[in-house]
């Protein structure tokens, strides 16, 4: 059995109490008690417990596939784990206490309660908040609150006379998503998809073993919890159960699952008029393409003017993306890719940048580290945003000798700059999987202001990946599909037929870029590669495409099935040849663009249709992409150069439109 780790009190809350009955009389009784929201194992439980109930013995506690409550009893030490009464879905089991099982509460005529021995003993309830589907939220002098499950099950309101309901709510926020009802200002809509999604973050990008074929099969709600399979079959099992192995649900009945799952996710199952139908259409051949030799410095050096201004931008960036940049160039030449310099700014220009930079840089640090112990108390997300940066930190990247051994200075930067990010960006503070895009910044720029700005410009592009909806998951992944299935129907329709057609195991390597598919010094040519914007829009989609391009025929000639479709894509990590797929990625771009019928779909996905409005000069690359040599396509936080009477100045837009301006 796996080793269980202590439940962590999220929030808690005493003078909390229940009527004993719901009208007013001298008999009633006020059950005085606590309520908690504890983390445990991973799932979320909010707890109440009467002042006199401290044990867990016959705690009450609520179902997800039963109409009744089942009450939590000890177990016999010799079989601590056997529930009395099993239950069906595995999605039931709570494993709150290890020596705790369950069995159902007797119900009698009348007198449900009657075997308790202590009356106040019953009004104990626990729950999982996946099962939460809705909260009352009421007041008559003080607040109290009504939760109902999704069995329908409605556990005794909890009044708040002494204060607390805001508070409550406030960190249950962090857990699920809560939205007012449409139809009843007093009901609040819980729903728990995306934090069962983000929850998969930090197991999707920790797990290295992965045991979780037999594990899956064995105990699948436990092993969606443990690793990277958690993301796709998190989805799987939603519309396919153990027993159904061999039977598959209805496209329409699959869609609808999946887009309650995904909010947002929309599915076509049918040739409705105006939706493009992706037919197999003769590509014609593949080309071969060769890659060239890194950009030197003194290469590098041959593009700039006397000023410092950057040349015939579109030439530089094709042998970037031919070729890579030498280490010795990436710590100016990322900034650049990046958006943090302007390609047309000089060196003067750029030194009052990073000067204005650093100041607004530890103006934001300062506002973190000025933060006392007592306010940290009472502001709970920023302290749950520096307990998973430590987290995460203390296990990045540390077999590079940048971050390896204790005290190094190099974690200390990347804890402190992500804690900055939140000041910068509190709204989506920290989301796992962060520290795995700063950590290849940080390792080029050795300089914690430079790797700051690096870091917000990369965060950029990749906002959307982390957001509560996972807007651009979503869409990345439905475009991936797109291109596969123009690419290789056949190939398409056999991942569709094992239950694959989604490419949820694609979910790490675009949610972070491959970083943890490539060993350390790919992971930075590959980044530097598709910041150049070529050869095409999306090029890490390619990426996708040539990663199983390479792997289908293993995969359709073993007759893999889901499990080991998702076994054998997870086991590429650290096996993949870097500039080979380069390579194959670019070959498939230069012939999907040689396609005289390409789809209108696969034209938006690459931005081959796609002609920017701008009044300012356009420069053509050697692929064909018209871009403007004065921006970065990818930023919202851009840079860009104007002229006034004749003298070049730079203006910086950031994200809530305020400019400022200064001379060269």
Not at 181 to 192: F, G, H, R
Request: proline share 4%; with cysteine.
């Amino acid at each position: 059995m796996a080793a269980t780790t202590s439940p962590k009190v999220v929030f808690e809350h005493e003078g909390v109490f229940i009527h004993s009955s719901q009208a007013e009389s001298e008999d009633q009784d006020l059950i005085s008690g606590f309520l908690q929201i504890i983390d445990k194992n991973g799932e979320t439980l909010v707890e109440y417990k009467p002042l006199e109930d401290a044990d867990p013995l016959n705690m009450l506690c609520a179902c997800k596939d039963s109409s009744s409550v089942v009450e939590w009893t000890q177990s016999s030490e010799d079989n601590p784990h056997r529930p009395v009464d099993h239950q069906v879905s595995y999605e039931t089991e709570w494993d709150m206490i290890n020596a705790v099982s369950f069995k159902r509460k007797a119900h009698t005529h009348g007198e449900g309660g009657s075997n308790h021995i202590n009356d106040r003993t019953k009004w104990a309830f626990s729950f999982n908040v996946y099962d939460l589907r809705s909260i009352t939220v009421k007041s008559e002098g003080w607040s109290y609150l009504i939760f109902r499950l999704k069995d329908c099950t409605a556990l005794p309101t909890i009044h708040f006379h002494q204060g607390g309901s805001t508070a409550f709510l406030d960190s249950l926020r962090k857990s699920v998503q809560i939205s007012e009802s449409p139809d009843d200002e007093n009901i609040l809509i819980v729903s728990t998809y995306s934090k069962a999604f983000s929850q998969s973050f930090e197991n999707l990008l920790d797990d290295t073993h992965y045991g979780f074929v037999q594990k899956f099969k064995k105990d699948p709600y436990t092993t969606t919890l443990g690793g990277f399979s958690k993301v796709t079959n998190y989805i799987f099992d939603a519309f396919r159960g153990p027993e159904l192995e061999c039977h598959q649900r209805p496209e329409e009945e699959v869609a609808d699952l999946l887009g309650e799952l995904i909010p947002g996710l929309e599915i076509n199952q049918q040739e409705e008029p105006g939706f493009e139908v992706i037919t197999r259409l003769d590509l014609g051949p593949r080309p071969m393409v060769q890659r060239n030799e890194p950009v030197t410095m003194e290469e590098w050096t041959k593009y700039q003017d006397s000023e410092g201004r950057i040349n015939n931008i579109p030439h530089l960036k094709n042998l970037i993306f031919k070729g890579g940049l030498c280490h010795a160039v990436r710590k100016e030449a990322w900034k650049f890719l990046l958006g943090y310099f302007p390609w047309n700014s000089t060196h003067e220009e750029r030194k009052l940048l990073q000067k204005r930079k650093t100041d607004e840089y530890f103006r934001m640090k300062l506002q973190w580290k000025s933060i006392s112990e007592e306010q940290e108390r009472r502001n709970s997300r920023l302290r749950d945003y520096r307990s998973l940066i430590e987290k995460d930190v203390n296990r990045t990247d540390r077999n590079n000798k940048f971050y390896e051994g204790l005290d190094n200075p190099g974690l200390i930067l990347l804890h402190d700059i992500l804690m900055t990010y939140c000041m910068y960006d509190f709204d989506l503070g920290y989301v796992q999987g962060m520290s795995d895009l700063l950590s290849p910044i940080l390792f080029v720029m050795e300089n914690e202001v430079d790797a700051f700005w690096c870091f917000i410009f990369f965060m950029d592009e990749m906002h959307e990946n982390f957001e509560e909806q996972m807007q651009g998951m979503k869409t990345q992944l439905i475009q991936l599909s797109t291109l596969l299935r123009l690419l290789d129907l056949a190939f398409w329709n056999y991942l569709e037929a094992q239950d694959s057609g989604y490419l949820y195991f694609c979910f790490r390597w675009l949610l972070i870029r491959f970083k943890r598919e490539l060993h350390f010094q790919d992971v930075l040519r590959l980044w530097e590669v598709m910041w150049t914007g070529l050869p095409c829009q999306n090029f890490h989609l390619l990426v996708c495409c040539a990663i199983l391009d390479s792997e289908k025929q293993k995969i359709m000639d073993r007759k893999y099935g889901f499990n080991e479709i998702l076994k054998h894509i997870n086991e590429l990590s650290m096996k993949l040849d870097i500039e080979e797929i380069l390579c194959k990625s670019e070959s498939i771009c230069i012939q999907i663009k040689n396609c005289k019928d390409l789809p209108h779909s696969v034209s938006e996905i690459l931005g081959l249709s796609t002609v920017p409005e701008t009044s300012g000069p356009l420069e053509t690359s050697e692929y064909g992409i018209l871009e403007s040599p004065q921006t970065s396509p990818r930023s919202t936080h851009r840079q860009d150069q104007v002229i006034f009477n004749g003298h070049s100045h730079l203006k910086e837009t950031t994200h809530n439109g305020s400019k400022e301006a200064f001379n060269s």
